[in-house]
T-cell receptor
């Protein structure tokens, strides 16, 4: 039969707008989270991380928010640029920092 | 720093052949991960090592897959015999705290 691929959630934004990418994680014992960006033909690239004792962390044009109550992460990208177009993954460390598990990913498309 | 180095970058082989993928982690990192990425299953963790010791290989799909880390600067992932369903991009990653990925090996099994 025909294979069915993953249908990644897609977010389409206008250049210059802010983007918010959401992620639900699975393990309440996870204590460290990372956002990655993956461009076509490349490996995942580290963007920003956050530990479970924090609610918010800011980087250059990016902010990560962590809500442990509902096991939710978000990545905010300010003033989105065409070069931000990629698939974004959240990843959680389980087993006390040993095992990094990835979410499904969200495809961000930036329209000029 | 050269980052995580993987070889080959592309591999095309025929069903039944042995395939060996290679990885050189970032110097000083103490953990190494092997992932597989497909459209159907996304990014899957196959196995990870800490200080050269395999810690969790529960993601290895079956006995045809094996991984070794003989020293802190080298790891291999071997598939024997290979099958068409093994076609995927295989990533190696290493970490001391943050996990950094290599460029991947695109494997095609005909």
């Amino acid at each position: 039969g025909e294979s069915v691929g993953l249908h990644l959630p897609t977010l389409s934004v206008q250049e210059g707008d802010n983007s918010i990418i959401n992620c639900a994680y699975s393990n309440s014992a996870s204590d460290y989270f990372i956002w990655y960006k993956q461009e076509s033909g490349k490996g995942p690239q580290f963007i920003i991380d956050i530990r479970s004792n924090m609610d918010k962390r800011q980087g250059q044009r990016v902010t990560v928010l962590l809500n442990k109550t509902v096991k939710h992460l978000s990545l905010q990208i300010a003033a989105t640029q065409p070069g931000d177009s990629a698939v974004y993954f959240c990843a959680e460390f389980v087993n006390q920092g040993g095992k990094l598990i990835f979410g499904q990913g969200t495809e961000l498309s930036v329209k000029p | 720093d050269a980052g995580v180095i993987q070889s080959p970058r592309h591999e095309v082989t025929e069903m039944g052949q042995e395939v060996t993928l290679r990885c050189k982690p970032i110097s000083g990192h103490n953990s190494l991960f092997w992932y597989r990425q497909t459209m159907m299953r996304g990014l899957e963790l196959l196995i990870y090592f800490n200080n050269n010791v395999p810690i969790d290989d529960s993601g290895m799909p079956e006995d045809r897959f094996s991984a070794k880390m003989p020293n802190a600067s080298f790891s291999t992932l071997k598939i024997q015999p290979s099958e068409p369903r093994d076609s995927a991009v295989y990533f190696c990653a290493s970490s001391l705290r943050t996990v950094y990925f290599g460029p991947g090996t695109r494997l095609t099994v005909l």
